[in-house]
């Protein structure tokens, strides 16, 4: 499992902010399985790969987070 | 390219806008000028027109604001997000705003956000487009800084707009008014929704430049390459690609692979050992791998080691046998060794005395499967460089199955 390390680090907030914004990802606040909550992310965060033409690990990489901190348009990239 | 949700789309031709306040960042004719500018790109592929107006409810509001701004997404500071814009529909609907605490600027620089750039952007999403994951796009999502002067519209933005909108259409009546400063309008002419005493409306022309047939016995190019087995020919901002793979022939605009390059190139080569392509305009050259331009340039064309008289250059061509460049000015060429990256001795000479046939300036050249090709106007000319043979002469589009 492309799994996220488990200490929150400021990067990790600032791509679960970046993926709520952009690509409709909804944390479940009151989840019992962290893991859950962690899969839902890798999955957005693979969406939002996909999108850049960046490699589809779901891994918050250093790549991806660079593209996430690159000046860019408010609008959402992926709506439901 | 992408639309929103049920595809929302303004449900007549005539759209206005208003402008409701400026950036303290650039003068306020500036800023008019970059939306008007940045409202042209989508007229001009549309049958859409824009209208300003200067009081009351416009179709799009624009607006600059910082942080909470009375909407859902409240802006961030500096950097992050630059601007947002609604799609088509009634209110919020097609409103842009702005974040006032980023340096916007006229023209694009490193340290700030070209208004006009961002400005095209939003519109984009005013007028019903989502977001491309088309690098090169306009509606691509990341902030590109790029050469605004002469800046078409990605393909993919116009295939997007006209899917919402159409083509626009031929003879799209421009009003009475061409975009030159604002004259006065007797009231007849007037839109009935604004009294006499505020000030005539500006209405987008439409006319992008067309790309020329390819069957056109008359066509010339600006520059041609070879990249990565393909053959690019160029001619003002427009590319005509040849696939050793497809029979068709693929029409691109360079911003479509290089957006902050220049169109109207006077020479490129490939060195294909370094999968390198350099680009001339006037006395500046670029140097790109894929679509990447190489950091540090443009350069001067002197680094090369052309002397300050030569301003510009007619053609360049790689000789993949001999690892030599050759680059043609008026009726001389000199030799640039690229593996000690310095140009030759002995050189300019006259062409005439070495290259077999070819007695006048040279356009364009390139070299394929040996044979090295140099273009005259709407002639080329073949030629083998190991027999110094004229092999055959023919024209210049004969690569495009004319």
Request: a negative charge.
């Amino acid at each position: 499992f492309p799994v996220l390390p488990e200490n929150e680090n400021e990067d990790t907030q600032f791509a679960k902010k970046y993926l709520e914004n952009f690509y409709d990802f909804k944390e479940e606040k009151n989840s019992l399985f962290k893991s859950k909550n962690l899969n839902h992310m890798a999955d957005k965060i693979r969406e939002m790969q996909s999108f850049f033409g960046l490699e589809v690990t779901g891994e918050l990489n250093h790549k991806t987070l660079d593209m996430m901190k690159q000046a860019r348009c408010g609008i959402p990239d992926i709506r439901s | 390219y992408s639309t929103f949700p049920r595809s929302p789309t303004w449900k007549k031709e005539d759209v206005t806008y208003r402008i409701l306040n400026y950036t303290p960042d650039m003068l306020q004719a500036d800023v008019e000028e970059a939306i008007a500018k940045a409202f042209q790109l989508w007229s001009s592929v549309t049958p859409l027109r824009f209208t300003r107006v200067y009081s009351g409810q416009a179709d799009i509001m624009i607006s600059f604001a910082s942080g909470f701004h009375g909407d859902f997404y409240s802006f961030d500071g500096p950097g992050g997000t630059l601007a947002h814009a609604y799609p088509p529909g009634s209110g919020i609907g097609g409103d842009a705003h702005f974040d006032e605490d980023e340096n916007w600027t006229k023209f694009p620089t490193y340290s700030g956000y070209n208004l006009f750039l961002v400005a095209a952007h939003e519109l984009g999403h005013s007028l019903g487009l989502g977001h491309s994951n088309v690098f090169g796009a306009l509606m691509y999502p990341i902030y590109m800084a790029r050469d605004i002067r002469d800046y078409q519209l990605h393909q993919d933005d116009i295939n997007g707009i006209q899917a919402l909108y159409g083509s626009p259409r031929e003879s799209s009546p421009t009003k009475a008014f061409p975009p030159q400063e604002p004259t006065e309008m007797t009231p007849a002419e007037a839109p009935t929704e604004m009294s006499p005493q505020e000030k005539p409306t500006r209405t987008t022309p439409s006319k992008p430049p067309s790309r020329p047939e390819d069957c056109d016995p008359r066509l010339t190019f600006d520059a041609i390459t070879t990249l990565r087995g393909e053959i690019l020919f160029f001619k003002g901002s427009y590319v005509w690609r040849k696939s050793p793979y497809f029979s068709e022939i693929e029409h691109d605009t360079i911003s479509s692979f290089w957006p902050s390059l220049i169109a109207g190139f006077d020479a490129a080569y490939e060195v294909d050992k370094k999968d390198r392509v350099l680009f001339f305009k006037d006395d500046q050259y670029w140097a790109v791998s894929g679509y990447t331009i190489d950091t540090g340039f443009p350069k001067p064309i002197q680094n090369l080691g052309f002397p300050t008289s030569v301003r510009k250059i007619d053609a360049a061509v790689h000789d993949q046998n001999t690892k030599k460049t050759y680059f043609f000015v008026g009726n001389k060429y000199w030799s640039f060794n690229e593996n000690t990256q310095s140009m030759e001795r002995g050189y300019p000479r006259k062409i005439s005395a070495d290259f077999q046939g070819i007695g006048h300036k040279v356009d364009a050249a390139f070299q394929k499967n040996g044979y090295f090709y140099f273009f005259h106007g709407s002639n080329q000319y073949e030629v083998d460089m190991k027999k110094q043979k004229l092999i055959r002469i023919m024209k210049a589009n004969s690569w495009f199955n004319c």
